[in-house]
């Protein structure tokens, strides 16, 4: 924190050059706005870096220091999806509940990020930044886990989950 408020010192907000400093972000998600199955231990996590970010706001916004998460929805091509989207469904099935119809991608979270640390972002401080094309407000139609013919509540009551997903626990080691 001493750098960036230095860096904020710097760059004092609003600036006439158009130099920013004293940025923090972080990288949240949405699963804890309305909850999933499957991923508590994500939405805990997450709702702790919203709260964070909340809190580092007020702290460190009277020294110049603004601190906002971004939260990205579905984005292709990323070891999120990679293992959280089942490999059964087709691109359709998946953005199926997304309201702007598609994942994400890179660019548009790394766009949100250089709106959040440029100049037009100065005034944008204790947020959320939701980047997922209002996916989170339709999250029942995320199909995390999921494969044909599961469906909600069943699939939990019965204890089945998808064979499909990609298992990101290492493998113990044979020695």
């Not at 860096?7 to 998600?29: E, I, K, Y």
């Not at 702790?48 to 579905?74: F, H, K, Q, R, W």
């Not at 250089?114 to 037009?120: I, R, W």
């Amino acid at each position: 924190m001493p750098y960036l408020i230095e860096s904020a010192a710097r760059n004092p907000n609003p600036n006439p050059s158009g130099l920013t400093g004293g940025r923090f972000l972080s990288v949240s998600a949405t699963f804890h706005f309305t909850g999933m199955p499957l991923q508590s231990h994500v939405s805990a996590a997450k709702a702790a870096i919203d709260s964070l970010m909340g809190s580092v706001a007020i702290e460190y916004g009277p020294y110049g220091v603004t601190a906002n998460c971004i939260a990205p929805g579905a984005i292709a091509g990323t070891e999120g999806m990679e293992r959280l989207a089942s490999s059964q469904h087709t691109r359709d099935e998946h953005t199926r509940g997304i309201p702007s119809g598609r994942w994400g991608t890179v660019r548009d979270i790394a766009d949100a990020t250089v709106y959040v640390f440029s100049d037009a972002g100065n005034y944008v401080n204790g947020t959320n930044l939701v980047v997922d094309g209002a996916g989170w407000r339709r999250q029942g139609g995320l199909q995390v886990g999921l494969d044909e013919g599961m469906t909600y509540p069943n699939f939990l009551l019965t204890g089945k989950i998808s064979k499909n997903l990609k298992d990101g626990r290492k493998k113990p080691a044979k020695l």
